[in-house]
């Protein structure tokens, strides 16, 4: 079956600009996250969404970093006014485990971010 | 810090030989997973050992957990060149805490 789809698979633009980052999960998973990994770095956590519960935003690095979930299904992650050092591979990952964690995560091929 | 953290960084061995990689964490856990990460990849959940677990296998990989001194280890038996990736554990700790993952381990299987 479909596995975690991410897209762009890369995204480079200029300083400044405001970026759309995609996530489709697996059908059925109801638990979502989103990490950053910087090169040669583990993964740093951003957001998680499960059902219709509150997200966890408590790993957002800055106000210009937001993540919806709609549907319950596809997720956007948005970075405005995007700085260097926003450069990172964006991973996203779903999960069936209603308890963040209790069970494995499944993981898309990321986004390559590069700013200019 | 939450994340586990793994070591060595960086392993280099021969096809054939055994690669050991182990992880630290700091707190109780409520199990502990370890996953793959291929280059340009996402990562790959391997396999998952939980607190009252003191070992367990999958294929050629041999997981073992020590709470008392909380601490994991994974062991790739006879290693292959597709084996090269990097490998990360992830603690998950009671309580509604993110998954965190530590820095990995660079496994390098030369053929």
């Known amino acids: 079956g479909a596995g975690v789809s991410q897209s762009p698979s890369n995204k480079v633009t200029e300083k400044g600009k405001d970026v759309e980052l995609r996530c489709d999960p697996i059908s059925g998973h109801t638990a979502l996250y989103w990490y950053r990994q910087s090169l040669g770095q583990g993964l740093e956590f951003l957001i998680y969404f499960q059902g219709n519960s509150a997200p966890d935003k408590s790993g957002l690095p800055s106000d210009r970093f937001s993540a919806e979930r709609t549907g319950g299904s596809v997720s956007t992650l948005t970075i405005q006014r995007t700085q260097q050092e926003d450069s990172a591979v964006y991973l996203c990952a779903s999960s069936l485990a209603g308890d963040r964690g209790r069970g494995a995560q499944h993981f898309g091929d990321g986004t390559r971010l590069s700013i200019l | ?111």
């Open chain 2, 1 to 111: 810090s939450q994340q586990g953290e793994e070591d060595p960084q960086a392993l280099s061995i021969q096809e054939g030989e055994n690669a050991t990689m182990n992880c630290s964490y700091k707190t109780s856990i409520n199990n502990l997973q370890w996953y793959r990460q291929n280059s340009g990849r996402g990562l790959v959940h391997l396999i998952l050992i939980r607190s009252n677990e003191r070992e367990k296998h999958s294929g050629r990989l041999r997981v073992t957990l020590d709470t008392s001194k909380k601490s994991s280890s994974l062991l790739i038996t006879a290693s292959r060149a597709a084996d090269t990736a990097s490998y990360f554990c992830a603690p998950v700790y009671s309580g509604n805490t993110p998954l965190v993952f530590g820095k990995g381990t660079r496994l390098s299987v030369i053929a």
